[in-house]
């Protein structure tokens, strides 16, 4: 994805010169790559393998220029060419993200600006691979939207690995100056080291987590280094010309068809991205010599050194633009008429982008060789992101600090249904939570657990958080299980601080305490047996689980298999349960429903499309069991609704809101035991 580097031209017959000249074939290659990035993104709806090769690439780029220069009279200045580097890429990303703010502003809706701020953030700061990362394991990253910004992955990666480089090549410099060895014996040695060894991560992470490895940067190192290592062995690879004909259209047809035979998104990196990484060296390597029968006059024609000249500023833009056309057109692809007419503005945007920005920076550094021009084109691309970002998000924060200040007026939730002389909440008043505070909606508790309430279990170790001063509570409730139960919490810490009791939360998404019910990963089953174990360590006088699930169409709400197991368990050690009916779910996103429907009523559907008649816990009523049924307020008069007094139920299709759940509080403390106090 960066930009390529011209070198002098080749000087015939010198293997070693030539590997110094500037490649058409490669800035083609480079266009190839690009197009199938855009074209499977767009089209196919798959991933190509084509950033591999730009992974790839870009450490060849950049090696050649410091083995170049090495051992020369003027050695690479590692500071100066660093700042030089991230001076060419951060120009046209600037103007990116700004558009994609623009995009986000007025097309999106206001539930994804968080997290578009946010990987805004990351993306200027080349982070954006470790944000993904994490939210790819994080049950409780889910989105219904794709981020507009998702592409920058790759480009977090480059740079991390750009400054790694530089390093470890001024070390190499600094070596083959001090003691005069072979800049070829030196480099080769140290990336092959880093190939080897990030390899071998890459294969092991990726087979233990492949959805974090994916943006692993460490596992990504060894595709750069297999570019490095190019550098080192084209002056050895002395083939002849139909042998490299047959290397480099063979690398070529490889490139072309991998995202079909391979699971790309699904599968990489691993061993399995060598096939791209591969193919594309065949290729450098093909048109390396002086009679160059392969692609190398193909990949050096017009139309794909045009292609190639744009190929960073089309990768900027095609993702963005691909986004916001599912988002206006409410579609899973664009299609092909849709598709064509992305790609064209993509071509037209990059044309735009590649002239206006790209090239006068670039100008700009030959015309003015000051040391400060590249520091002042970054420190000018960043505050082209920096300033409008922060005004957005300081100006949203002022907005929903003073529609806090008034929510206990405007925003009663639950309260309208248990006091009918309350006053109608003004119908023109803010709903609860503004979109931009859904993440904030998923209830946790601050502090983890501490003193005897530590888990011995280590899988416990971030899924066991406390209330404060939990340790001198007189009673102690254990909230246990999934994210169900976990919302719950939220109706209970109102109570649990008037009566000064301590909670404690055991909560792991997809994994319920219904012992037979199939949990979200292979952990489930040792988690539950382990949040079990503590809980009868540290005898709470209550756990409080959700006992039934409820589905949405033709499967009836019913107990959760296995729940009986549960209750035994907890009976036998002597600790109460309060087994809380589980809420309604629905087959769409019920806060987007009813945050852009001019009428919330709209929304509502039939209790009967998810719940049972009955509450199906009925029959797990037996001493030491409390029974809890939020349906009269989640469901008023056999309709499921998503507002009640301005406050939204959902978060999105099954969990409720934080802000709503709060509000049950009077509803669940009537319902409680009378041995609580």
């Known amino acids: 994805m960066t930009q390529a580097s011209a070198g002098r031209p080749a000087l015939a017959g010198r293997a070693d010169e030539g590997r110094w000249a500037y490649r058409s074939d490669i800035d083609g290659l480079r266009a ?376 206990a007026v405007t925003n009663p939730g639950a309260a309208v249904l248990r006091d009918p002389t309350l006053p109608e909440p003004p119908a023109d008043a803010a709903l609860l939570p503004l979109p931009t505070a859904l993440e904030e909606e998923w209830m946790q508790l601050d502090r983890p657990c501490s003193g005897d309430r530590v888990p011995e279990n280590g899988i416990l170790n971030v899924s066991c958080w406390e209330t404060p001063h939990t340790a001198r509570a007189a009673h102690t409730i254990v909230v246990v299980g999934d994210s169900h139960s976990q919302q719950m919490t939220a109706a209970l810490l109102p109570v649990a601080e008037e009566n000064g009791w301590g909670v404690v939360m055991l909560a792991k998404g997809g994994c319920s305490m219904g012992l037979d019910e199939p949990g979200m990963d292979d952990q489930c089953d040792e988690w539950r047996e382990a949040a079990i174990e503590h809980v009868e360590r540290i005898r709470p006088d209550a756990v409080l689980t959700v006992v039934t699930r409820s589905d949405w169409g033709e499967l009836d709400e019913a107990v959760r298999p296995g729940i009986d197991r549960f209750l035994d368990r907890m009976g036998d050690a002597g600790i109460e349960v309060l087994g809380v009916r589980d809420n309604p779910r629905f087959p769409f996103d019920m806060y987007s429903c009813v945050a852009e429907s001019s009428d919330p009523v709209d929304c509502a559907v039939p209790r009967a499309g998810s719940l049972a008649d009955d509450n199906p816990a009925a029959v797990l009523d037996r001493a030491g069991v409390q029974l809890v049924d939020l349906t009269p307020w989640i469901c008023p008069d056999d309709v499921c609704v998503g507002v009640v007094g301005n406050v939204a139920l959902y978060r999105d299709d099954n969990h409720l809101s934080r802000t709503y759940a709060t509000t049950l509080a009077p509803s669940l403390a009537e319902q409680l035991p009378p041995s609580l106090g």
């Open 32 to 407: 190839v790559a690009i197009l199938l990035v855009v074209t499977y993104h767009v089209w196919i709806g798959r991933v190509s393998g084509g950033v591999d090769v730009f992974l790839m690439l870009s450490a060849f780029f950049l090696t050649r220029g410091f083995v170049r220069r090495m051992d020369g009279p003027s050695p690479v200045r590692p500071v100066l060419h660093l700042i030089g580097i991230f001076r060419r890429l951060l120009p046209a990303a600037a103007v990116t993200l700004v558009g994609v703010l623009a995009l986000a502003w007025t097309f999106f809706p206001p539930s994804t600006w968080r997290a578009t701020w946010e990987q805004t953030w990351a993306s200027l700061l080349y982070v954006q691979n470790w944000v993904l990362a994490a939210d790819s394991v994080n049950y409780y990253a889910r989105v219904e939207t794709p981020s507009p910004l998702q592409h920058f992955w790759s480009m977090s990666v480059q740079g991390q690995a750009f400054v790694l480089w530089v390093v470890l090549l001024a070390i190499c410099q600094a070596v083959v100056r001090r003691f005069r060895l072979s800049p070829d014996r030196v480099v080769g040695g140290v990336f092959g080291a880093v190939f080897v060894l990030s390899l071998w991560y890459s294969i092991v992470r990726t087979d233990a987590a492949q959805q974090s490895a994916y943006f692993d940067t460490g596992a990504r190192l060894w595709e750069f280094a297999a570019g490095s290592l190019l550098v080192i062995a084209l002056p050895h690879l002395r083939l002849r010309p139909r042998l490299r004909a047959v290397l480099g259209w063979a690398g070529l047809a490889g490139l072309l068809v991998v995202g079909l035979v391979l699971d790309v998104q699904g599968g990489f990196p691993g061993y399995l991205a060598l096939w791209p990484v591969l193919c594309a060296a065949a290729v450098v390597v093909s048109g390396s010599g002086e009679e160059a029968r392969g692609p190398a006059r193909f990949l050096a024609s017009r139309p794909l050194q045009l292609l190639g000249r744009d190929a960073y500023a089309l990768y900027l833009v095609h993702w963005p633009l691909l986004i916001t056309f599912l988002v206006l057109t409410g579609s899973d692809s664009a299609g092909f008429v849709g598709g064509t007419l992305i790609i064209v503005l993509s071509l037209a945007l990059a044309r735009a982008l590649t002239a206006v920005v790209d090239t006068p920076v670039r100008a700009w550094r030959k015309g003015d060789p000051s040391r400060s021009v590249p520091v002042a084109v970054l420190v000018a691309a960043t505050a082209v992101v920096v300033l409008p970002l922060s005004a957005w998000q300081v100006s949203n924060e002022v907005e929903a600090r003073s529609i806090a200040a008034r929510a």
